[in-house]
Structures are given as C-alpha cells and as structure tokens.
C-alpha cells in the first residue's frame, strides 16, 4: 500500500521568499531592483523564527494536556474548545490555578512555569514583531572605499517599542528552549501522575503516563 501525502502538491522549483512591505513597494513602483542578498537573509531569519513559532504550539498542545489532566472537567470537549479560545499566557494562567488548589504545585513546577512564560514572551515577539535590516553605525561617504560595513538584524516589538539584535544562533538558541521545555514537562508530569489522582473524565492524556518502571 502507498502512503500519498496531499499537502505538498507544489511542483514548482522556484525560490520562495519573505518581502518587507519596502521591497514590495519598490516592486510595485519599479524604481529599482530589490537587494536579493538582504531578501535571502530575511527568509533564513524568518524561516528560523517560524520554527521556535510551530515549536512552542507544541508545547501549548502539551500545556492543554496538563490542565485537562489536573482539572478532569466533567466534559472534556467542551473544557477544551474554551480552552482553544485563549492564548497560551492565560493557559498558564489557568494551570498554576488548577495546580495550587489542588495542593500539587511544587517549587519545581513553579519553576518550570516560569520559564514557559518566559518562552512565550519570546515566542510573542518573534511571532508579532517586524525584522528590518540596518547599518550597526554610520560611515561617512567619504570612508565607503576603506571602510567595510557591518550590517545587523532587528527585531520590532509593536507591544514594548524596542528593538533588539536577532541572530541566527540566538533562534537556535530559542528552539532548543522550547524543546527543552517540552521534555522537562514531561519529565516533571512522570513525577506529578504519582501525586495527582487518575482523571475519571479526560480519558485520553495523549503526553501524560506515569514513570517507567526501571528495567
């Protein structure tokens, strides 16, 4: 049997790209021609912020989990279609509630929940902020023939006003946060299965197991 998969049905071999509303207004009143060099560096970037983006909707996935778990609504489905209506903020929120009044938030998952809400401010502004390319310091016209130019990458937060340098490790960084994340909670969660009650109606904790036993 041939497994097909339907959603990579684009034949094309053409480079696919990410504009800033600059390059695409100088497209459309073709002054010039675009600066492909920074077009290419743009998309590298962007392509790594999606990563730590698509990567910390897992976690969020997880995150939905360990509520459900702990809570053990009476109807599932419906606790989770509210649950798809808030951001991933408010769903920490509701797990360190759900945690405390039921006697089972320790000082290590105080601590881990603080660096999920860390991650998720990082994931918030590369996830609403813009990316603009810039000279780190202005050269004279008289110094362009002996002097280089050091050009860097910024990020836009339209939340906080400021701006701040992005790299290409430092989104390496970011995604290896958020994959650490995700296994230290379910390192954490192993630990908590022992000390919280089984749940009675969320009957499918897809992440959630106890322990393995030793072999």
Same mark, same amino acid.
């Given at each position: 049997m041939a497994i097909r998969s339907l959603s990579f049905d684009d034949d094309s071999d053409e480079d696919m790209c990410v504009f800033s509303g600059e390059d695409l207004l100088t497209a459309h009143l073709d002054q010039m021609d675009l600066d492909w060099g920074e077009v290419a $560096? !743009?998309?590298a970037l @962007? &392509? !790594?912020r999606g990563l730590v983006i698509t990567q910390v909707a897992v976690v969020e996935e997880l995150i939905d989990q360990f509520i459900l778990y702990v809570a053990d609504p009476a @109807? *599932? $489905?419906d606790y989770k279609r509210r649950l798809d209506r808030k951001t991933i903020? *408010? !769903?920490l929120d509701e797990l360190e509630v759900a945690l405390a009044e039921r006697g089972l938030l320790d000082a290590a998952g105080a601590a881990l929940l603080a660096d999920l809400r860390s991650l998720v401010q990082i994931r918030n502004e590369l996830t609403h902020g813009t990316i603009y390319r810039t000279l780190l310091y202005v050269v004279p016209i008289r110094e362009f023939a002996t002097r280089d130019l050091e050009l860097e990458w910024s990020i836009y937060s339209r939340r906080s006003r400021t701006s701040r340098r992005l790299t290409t490790s430092g989104l390496r960084r970011?995604? &290896?946060e958020a994959i650490g994340c995700?296994?230290?909670l379910l390192q954490w969660g192993e630990g908590l299965a022992q000390r919280a009650p089984r749940p009675r109606n969320f009957l499918e904790p897809t992440y959630f197991t106890a322990p393995r036993e030793e072999l």
């Open positions: $560096e !743009r998309s @962007d &392509e !790594r @109807d *599932p $489905e903020g *408010p !769903r970011n995604l &290896e995700f296994t230290a």
